[in-house]
């Protein structure tokens, strides 16, 4: 090890190093430890982190564990270890135990997350870490709060997009977050100069921040680096990037056979700068450690080590893998009776009522804030959705992003582990692809891989679906991809009433919710707009009108259409119900099953592709649950097999499902 700095000059006592040391100690001994148990069957899976632990125990020692909060990726084994997660934590995750307090046994082992440490929960996709990063820092901020953020990753993760937008938004507003890269040389079996072109360091000023390329296997330097970056980020200068050379000796994962793509003369070459061993020969030179205290040292860790396994492996498996999907579990259990009752209130169009909700809602929310492309200022919007929030609230609650939706989402997720309610805005439904991510395997999954330890209550506000001649990247539907998604809820609004009342039911729910507003009825529907706190239970359709020869499900602007064929049908002496389904994650299954069996005769309308589209879920439900009710096929009016509308408005009218075809479709139907 190099001599240059030593600990004393660097503000650390003996007992801080020889401390730092025994960390890393136990950090390669829990490796060597877990790769045996693998071997021997007992360990089905492990990750290793042998020949990172300067960095990952030096970088933790030179922050407040008090107030900082840090963001490991699986790999970080040093990091946890520092941050106060115990050996015995560690086993019951590698056994999949159900006390595993990290995820009850959902995640892969190395899958970190301890709220009362502010260890961020992780996933195994790469990168997604950064995001969530930056959207801590930023709610750290604007409550005022102590604390910067360290987020780690290898090499590898720095070719995802989400690390590009989370250094951008960092840089952007000048945050308190350390983006440390352990650049171990190899992404699996990928090489860095096949993943990286030029010096990762060097990426740092084109996003306005400082960075550094340093020796990851020298414990002072890295001490010494990242102290300076933390003091320069309680200063409020700014983040900064920290690239730390290192390698790992062990294979990516006990899956992986790293024989294959990397030499044994490599492996020895770089085992010469072994920060272990490195560490304990600067010990041993300080007069810090001796014979007798290492071999002391050692067996203490085994000894602990050994009980941790022996306790880990002897806990109980978990037992019940469907809990914890939500926060929050909506079950409707009693159908809608009657028509949804009148409201009283001002009448205005959709577009307004949103505008109102989201000022109602942050009024009555502090922890809220609304941010996206073009949301703040004067413009408030391409649809004006949220013109004066930013005059009202300030540009701390409503302010721009960066067109780059992933990092949108990923903040938002971010700043929900300081009990902020964001709603973040993507511009279109067309543009949300990019979050799709950060939506289904971040926010969607957080409250069950976390055992319910974290919850994730955003809402993710965009305007969706066709009839304003958006052509094929403004006009898109997207519900079908999302209601999927166990975790996520999705609601669709087609009155002012109902726009108020499940933005205020979303916003308080404890899990992410995507909040679709059917574009076309922006300015097309008009209705009361409630004053006051007013609610619409998530889970819960509306008979928006009672019927006896068949049921129409439908929502969005084509629970409008449906009711502009409700004349049309009644004059050819035809009595439909219309069922405005509003959510559809949770589907309100006991109302629907209700009008089923009143009608016996189902029309499925919706404006996205019929096939494999919501509709099909619906009449899936029905054919498996009320099939004996029913006296003719389930129907679909839907889009074709087209990518999206067409931009011609003669092209859009011949495919848009409008009143006329619902009436269509119905009279084939009762005719059946």
């Not at 960092?170 to 079996?189: K, M, P, T």
Request: hydrophobic content about 40%; some cysteine.
């Amino acid at each position: 090890m190099k001599r240059e700095l030593h600990h004393r000059d660097l503000g650390l006592t003996d007992e801080q190093v020889l401390d730092m040391y025994r960390v890393m100690l136990t950090a390669r001994k829990i490796d060597d430890r877990m790769f045996a148990l693998n071997r021997q069957g007992r360990a089905p899976f492990v990750v290793g982190s042998s020949g990172h632990e300067a960095i990952q125990v030096a970088s933790a020692f030179a922050l407040d564990r008090q107030v900082d909060w840090v963001l490991p990726y699986y790999r970080d084994m040093g990091v946890a270890l520092a941050w106060g997660v115990t050996p015995l934590e560690v086993f019951l995750a590698v056994f999949a135990r159900g006390a595993d307090p990290a995820s009850g046994g959902r995640q892969l082992p190395n899958h970190w997350s301890y709220p009362e440490l502010r260890i961020f929960t992780q996933s195994s996709p790469i990168g997604t870490q950064y995001p969530h990063a930056v959207g801590i820092a930023h709610a750290l901020r604007s409550q005022g709060r102590p604390g910067i953020v360290v987020v780690y990753g290898g090499e590898g993760s720095t070719s995802e997009g989400d690390w590009h937008e989370a250094m951008n938004w960092a840089g952007i507003h000048r945050l308190g977050v350390i983006f440390v890269i352990e650049n171990n040389q190899y992404a699996i079996s990928v090489p860095s100069q096949e993943e990286v072109a030029g010096c990762i360091a060097d990426r740092a000023a084109g996003y306005g921040m400082v960075g550094f390329r340093i020796d990851g296997n020298d414990p002072m330097l890295v001490y010494k680096t990242v102290r300076e970056a933390a003091e320069r980020a309680r200063r409020g200068e700014g983040p900064t990037l920290i690239e730390a050379e290192t390698y790992r000796y062990y294979a990516h994962t006990s899956d992986d056979d790293d024989r294959l793509y990397r030499s044994r003369e490599e492996v020895l070459e770089w085992r010469r700068h072994d920060p272990v061993v490195n560490m304990r020969q600067y010990l041993i030179e300080e007069r810090l450690l001796s014979e007798a205290d290492e071999r002391d040292l050692v067996a203490s860790i085994e000894r602990t080590l050994a009980a941790a396994v022996e306790e880990a492996e002897a806990s109980p498996p978990p037992t019940d893998p469907a809990t914890k999907v939500y926060a929050r579990v909506i079950e409707p259990s009693e159908p809608v009776r009657r028509v949804e009752p009148a409201v009283d209130g001002p009448e205005v169009n959709l577009i307004t009522a949103v505008n109102r909700a989201l000022h109602d809602v942050m009024e009555a929310h502090p922890d809220t804030l609304v941010f996206g492309e073009d949301v703040a200022g004067e413009k408030g919007g391409v649809f004006k959705a949220t013109q004066g929030l930013t005059a009202t609230f300030g540009r701390e609650r409503c302010f721009n992003t960066p067109l780059a939706e992933s990092v949108i989402i990923g903040a938002a997720i971010g700043m929900t582990a300081l009990g902020k309610r964001p709603i973040p805005e993507i511009q279109f439904a067309d543009y949300i692809h990019p979050s799709f991510d950060q939506i289904v395997n971040e926010a969607a999954r957080i409250h069950y891989r976390s055992d319910g330890a974290w919850s994730c209550p955003i809402v993710i506000r965009t305007p969706f679906g066709a009839g304003i001649h958006g052509a094929l990247y403004h006009s898109q539907s997207v519900e079908a991809f999302f209601a999927h998604v166990p975790g996520l809820k999705v609601v669709v609004p087609s009155t002012p009433a109902d726009v108020k009342g499940l933005l205020w039911e979303a916003v308080e729910d404890p899990d992410p919710v995507l909040f679709l507003e059917p574009k076309k009825l922006y300015r097309l529907a008009k209705g009361p707009y409630p004053e006051g706190e007013y609610r619409v239970p998530l889970g819960r359709a509306a008979i928006r009108h009672e019927g006896t020869d068949l049921t129409i499900l439908t929502y969005g602007a084509m629970a409008h259409f449906a009711l502009e064929a409700v004349p049309l049908l009644e004059e050819l002496g035809i009595s439909p119900e219309v069922i405005d389904l509003r959510s559809l994650k949770p589907l309100d299954w006991p109302t629907v099953e209700a009008s089923v069996q009143k009608t016996s005769r189902v029309l499925i309308v919706h404006e996205d592709n019929e096939f494999v589209g919501y509709g099909a879920e619906l009449a899936a439900q029905i054919a498996d649950k009320a099939f004996e009710w029913l006296d003719a096929p389930i129907r679909r009016y839907a889009l074709g097999d087209l990518p999206a509308m067409p931009y011609a408005s003669e092209l859009e009218e011949m495919v848009y499902p409008n009143p006329e075809g619902i009436v269509a479709h119905a009279q084939d139907l009762i005719k059946y």
